[in-house]
């Protein structure tokens, strides 16, 4: 609204101008008097004028006394008139002249007879017709500017009338694209569920963790059933006018009643659908009136035949029980983390259209990937992609994979980074106390790559890879958890006699964990099965009044179980470290020349071999793997200078053809890239050998 009346406000200012500007011109000889010719005449025999110059079929005059200043005459005159003929106005001032009576008289005279240029002529009328065009386009504007502030209330969703996503494209989902595809049969074919008496589903709710697929489910249904699609955000429809949300949701499904059988899809709908009267201030009440509007449209007294309501949400705890019941979302559908069959699924069709080496193991991937969305599968492929393009190479290999599943999951490598051999030192103590208490218990996560490279605000890492994907997990298992977790702490106070504050993170996770079984899990004996309902995250709206739901007495024991569990698995995990010292040494040594290592490395190291036969496998892998890289980027430049060639002659027969170059010339690069294509085959054959 404020650029409006900006540009409102120049046009008036440029009108104003002209106006200005036409009186000027049309005003500009304000003491002109018009006299007649004989009155002209009179003048001139009474020696009143001293000049005239004569423009086309004026006279312009200048008198003698108390007129304009010579200078500027003719801009300013005194009197203009007009004549008949040419002729007696020459002879007549002529003849004046020419008396001795007149000699103190004389009338200086310029004459032009062609007239005033045809700009000079038409510009009073030029300028009220540009006054006429301004006036327009100010009215034009006033107008526009009005119709904005009748469409500001108009819904903001966007409508795609086919989506080019189909249920192939989306994986991992197998339950949920089932539950969706009856909403598809629901709008191809209505008639066999009318039959039968059953109604149409009025909305469905999407409900999972981010990144799992949720709006792309809702485009796929777009794409199955073939009809218009209403995408809309749940925070476009709250502005900070009163009243402006309510009339968008009447606008929204307005449109879609015209486009009907048609979908809506309101991505977070957490945004406008939180519970009534959670508000800690009056900027609540205008979604909650969008709300209420939204509920009316949804299950009203005016029913909304062939409109579906997609809604998708990562909260489905805070919104109102109103919008959840039947009727309106009849159904809520849980998208889940993928599991291995899924995310290899997921990991195929993100890796359809990018080039994969031979040694790419999909299932593999797919185990190295647990706990990852669909949203972070994509992300870790196209930073791989990445990462081999950078390399000037044609193929994605297990080496990128490798790397971009790290920074997806810690953040790149900072190699750069000055640290002291004694920061080296502890790190690789640390890392190295978290993998040999995995590795000593049965139930923890194998270990998949040990490095004191720093990574984002890590300054090493131990990484451990969940092959099961167990969605329950035991007691014991949550302890073992703990007690790795606690295994840097417990190798740094063995070793090094003394402690640091590395173990930061470590602690805070692992207080978490002890805290939720207590709390939650009902895993302590004293506390017993009493859910104490402590919850990570709070909705502040509705959580800010309600106090704590059990005694004083109760908080102490649970700070006394947390603490009970957390030493008990310290001590385990020091008790380990001390039985597997020999083997920290030897991890420590290794890591401070290698950096990082990976499973195989780790084995053979817990196993007993030396130190020094571990480098010498490690060296002969990192021989070969940067052989492979070598001729990957050899093929690469060669796929390059092979098209490079083809361009090179397809320029120089167009040229031949137009003339630009002769034919010798044209069988001369023929030559040269022959002979340039026989040392490429040479390069490939020496490389076989």
Not at 104 to 119: C, H, M, P, Q, R
Not at 605 to 614: A, K, M, P, Q
């Amino acid at each position: 609204m404020k650029e409006n009346t900006k540009k409102v406000i120049i046009y008036l200012a440029v009108f104003v101008l002209l106006l200005v500007l036409v009186y000027m011109i049309s005003n500009n000889n304000k003491n002109d008097q018009k006299i007649s010719y004989t009155e002209f005449i009179t003048k001139v025999e009474a020696g009143e004028v001293a000049e005239i110059d004569v423009l086309g079929d004026t006279v312009r005059i200048r008198m003698k006394e108390d007129g304009v200043d010579e200078d500027d005459f003719p801009k300013e005159i005194d009197y203009f008139c007009t004549y008949m003929s040419v002729d007696q106005l020459v002879e007549f001032v002529d003849t004046y002249n020419a008396d001795p009576l007149n000699e103190d008289n004389i009338i200086e005279a310029t004459y032009k007879f062609k007239g005033e240029s045809v700009l000079v002529t038409i510009l009073p009328y030029l300028s009220v017709g540009i006054m006429i065009i301004f006036g327009f386009i100010i009215f034009k504007n006033f107008v526009s500017a009005n119709n904005k502030g009748m469409t500001f209330s108009r819904s903001k969703a966007k409508m795609v009338v086919t989506s080019k996503i189909r249920f192939t494209d989306v994986a991992g989902a197998d339950e949920e694209k089932e539950e969706l595809r009856e909403l598809v049969e629901f709008l191809k074919t209505p008639q066999r569920f009318i039959a039968l008496g059953a109604r149409i589903p009025k909305g469905v709710l999407l409900v999972g963790p981010p990144g799992t697929g949720k709006t792309l489910l809702a485009k796929a249904v777009a794409g199955e059933s073939n009809v218009p699609f209403f995408s809309i955000s749940g925070s476009d429809f709250v502005e900070m006018y009163v009243g402006v949300g309510a009339s968008r949701v009447r606008d929204l499904f307005d449109q879609a009643k015209k486009h009907a059988p048609c979908l809506i899809f309101i991505d977070e709908i957490d945004a406008v659908g939180r519970q009534r009267g959670a508000g800690l201030g009056g900027g609540s009440d205008e979604r909650e009136q969008t709300l209420n509007q939204l509920l009316v449209e949804l299950d009203g007294f005016e029913s909304n035949e062939g409109i579906i309501v997609l809604a998708a949400t990562n909260r489905s705890d805070i919104l109102d029980p109103a919008l959840m019941r039947p009727g309106r979302f009849d159904r809520q559908v849980y998208v889940h983390m993928p599991d291995v069959k899924g995310r290899e699924e997921i990991i195929k069709i993100h890796a359809r259209n990018k080039p994969m080496d031979s040694e790419v193991d999909f299932k593999r991937v797919a185990r190295l990937t647990s706990g990852m969305s669909g949203a972070d599968i994509e992300n870790l492929l196209n930073e791989a992609a990445i990462l081999a393009a950078r390399d000037n190479r044609l193929s994605i290999t297990m080496v990128d994979i490798t790397e971009g599943i790290n920074k997806v999951l810690m953040g790149p490598q900072k190699k750069s980074r000055l640290i002291t051999p004694e920061d080296k030192k502890i790190t690789a103590i640390h890392e190295g106390g978290h993998a040999i208490v995995a590795h000593s218990l049965p139930m923890c996560d194998k270990v998949q790559e040990i490095s004191i490279v720093p990574r984002g605000d890590a300054g090493g890492y131990t990484l451990t890879l969940d092959e099961k994907d167990a969605t329950h997990i035991t007691k014991e298992k949550l302890l073992q958890t703990i007690t790795m977790i606690l295994g840097g702490r417990a190798a740094e106070s063995i070793v090094m006699k003394d402690v640091t504050t590395g173990a930061s993170n470590d602690m805070q996770r692992a207080t978490e964990i002890a805290r939720r079984m207590v709390a939650e899990w009902g895993m302590s004996d004293d506390i017993g099965l009493v859910s104490l309902n402590h919850q990570s995250e709070i909705f502040v709206g509705r959580d800010y009044q309600k106090q704590i739901a059990y005694s004083e007495n109760i908080a102490s024991i649970l700070d006394k179980e947390i603490k009970k569990i957390i030493d008990s698995c310290f001590e385990n995990a020091k008790k380990i470290i001390k039985e597997k010292q020999s083997v920290l040494d030897g991890l420590v040594s290794l890591l401070l020349k290698k950096e990082t290592i990976y499973t195989e490395e780790f084995d053979l190291l817990y196993n007993g071999t030396s130190v020094e036969e571990i480098i010498k496998v490690i060296d002969r892998k990192e021989k070969q793997s940067k052989k492979r890289q070598k001729t990957l980027k050899k093929q690469a430049e060669q796929s390059s200078q092979k098209r490079d060639f083809a361009v090179r002659l397809q320029t120089a027969e167009a040229l031949f053809k137009a003339g630009v170059i002769t034919e010798k010339d044209f069988e001369k690069v023929k030559n040269d890239v022959k002979v340039a294509e026989n040392e490429q085959k040479d390069d490939k054959n020496s490389d076989k050998k």
